[in-house]
DNA sequence: GAGACGTGGTC
DNA sequence: TGACCAAGTCT
């Protein structure tokens, strides 16, 4: 017989909560395979689930299985990523299938200390595709989770991770890992809600030492203050395609496709301004004053320029890695 | 260990 | 409408 951790009593009753009110319709919760819930899980990284969806089907259409990725280029995975934001994240998913190829022979790792060495998996991340996808103990400790947590034990704020590792280990259902772990998320993202959570329907409303209390607040995240940064870009178009510029710089939107911040030099006066505006496109940690001036060209000509550059065709600029403001401005040619 | 790193939805 | 929130990881 298995001992039992201090709360594991808690975790079954969050794995039997999961099979009867969990969301089970998730694409991701279907075909459980080390790949997707790889995928999914980073994709799911400060993003959410409503958000993700349609990335994650589009992904799996493009890339079904890791052996499917495995020939992908940078710019592949970065044109599925665009629109989703935190672009590393692509980046590392990259680096992760070449590091599957060289190092593990095609196949995904098994052991934790394999898998979070991975780029873009932390603790967290490995934790979810060791007990989600091999069946592994080992937990994981999202907001969700941290949430629930916190409101369980009535946690005061700011309560350092190491203890909040401790507890999220201790709660885990061992015997049932993957209702466990897909439960404790579940009940932190629909019932343990930030704001009003809904003790009643909780499973753990008898232990919580929160349920029904009026101050359960979770305070606020640490507010940033954002630096704001000027931006300027051409778009160089004729009747078919326009000129794209590849962002190698170490800074936002790093490894996307952008456009041209100046005017190539063999492009002056070969051009007509058609507009000329400023957008305002908030980040987490910045607000962008984009300026774009739209230039109208005969026939698109090739830069004399050192930059990475590239002549697109109008009407698939969604084969590229681009951010929202440059996608939303093509589109509207 | 604080700051960097996107985007969309809500109120 | 601006502030705040939503499945973290890396440097």
């Given at each position: 017989m298995q001992k039992l951790f201090p709360n594991e009593r808690l975790g079954r009753k969050i794995s039997k909560w999961y099979l009867l009110h969990g969301r089970h319709d998730l694409p991701w919760r279907k075909s459980i395979s080390p790949y997707r819930v790889w995928i999914s899980e980073i994709?799911?990284?400060?993003?959410?689930?409503?958000?993700?969806?349609?990335?994650?089907?589009?992904?799996?259409?493009?890339?079904?299985?890791?052996?499917?990725?495995?020939?992908?280029?940078?710019?592949?995975?970065?044109?599925?990523?665009?629109g989703l934001g935190y672009y590393r994240r692509a980046r590392y998913i990259f680096q992760t299938k070449e590091i599957i190829k060289n190092l593990y022979k095609g196949k995904f790792p098994k052991d934790f200390d394999s898998i979070l060495s991975?780029?873009?998996?932390?603790?967290?991340?490995?934790?979810?595709?060791?007990?989600?996808?091999?069946?592994?103990?080992?937990?994981?400790?999202?907001?969700?989770?941290?949430?629930?947590?916190?409101?369980?034990?009535?946690?005061?704020?700011?309560?350092?991770?190491?203890?909040?590792?401790?507890?999220?280990?201790?709660?885990?259902?061992?015997?049932?890992?993957?209702?466990?772990?897909?439960?404790?998320?579940?009940?932190?993202?629909?019932?343990?809600?930030?704001k009003e959570p809904l003790c009643k329907r909780c499973p753990l409303k008898k232990d919580c030492k929160s349920a029904f209390q009026l101050n359960t607040q979770i305070s606020p995240r640490k507010i940033i203050q954002k630096k704001k940064m000027a931006?300027?870009?051409?778009?160089?178009?004729?009747?078919?395609?326009?000129?794209?510029?590849?962002?190698?710089?170490?800074?936002?939107?790093?490894?996307?496709?952008?456009?041209p911040p100046e005017?190539?030099?063999?492009?002056?006066?070969?051009?007509?301004?058609?507009?000329?505006?400023?957008?305002?496109?908030?980040?987490?940690?910045?607000?962008?004053?984009?300026?774009?001036?739209?230039?109208?060209?005969?026939?698109?000509?090739?830069?004399?320029?050192?930059?990475?550059?590239?002549?697109?065709?109008?009407n698939s600029y969604f084969d590229l890695g681009m951010p929202k403001p440059i996608t939303q401005l093509i589109k509207n040619l």
């Open positions: 994709m799911l990284q400060q993003t959410q689930v409503v958000t993700a969806i349609p990335f994650f089907k589009r992904f799996m259409r493009q890339y079904p299985t890791l052996k499917s990725i495995l020939g992908a280029s940078e710019d592949e995975v970065l044109a599925l990523w665009s991975l780029p873009g998996i932390g603790r967290s991340t490995a934790g979810a595709i060791a007990s989600i996808a091999h069946n592994q103990p080992f937990p994981i400790l999202d907001t969700n989770v941290k949430r629930v947590l916190q409101r369980l034990h009535a946690l005061p704020d700011n309560i350092n991770d190491k203890l909040m590792w401790e507890l999220a280990t201790h709660i885990q259902d061992r015997k049932d890992l993957f209702p466990y772990t897909q439960g404790i998320m579940d009940l932190g993202a629909t019932v343990c809600l930030t931006l300027k870009f051409y778009l160089f178009f004729d009747n078919e395609q326009f000129l794209a510029q590849k962002n190698n710089e170490l800074s936002i939107w790093s490894g996307l496709w952008l456009l005017i190539p030099i063999n492009f002056v006066n070969k051009y007509t301004v058609s507009k000329d505006f400023t957008v305002t496109h908030q980040l987490s940690h910045r607000t962008l004053e984009i300026t774009f001036v739209v230039c109208k060209m005969k026939r698109l000509l090739r830069p004399k320029t050192n930059h990475e550059y590239k002549t697109v065709k109008i």
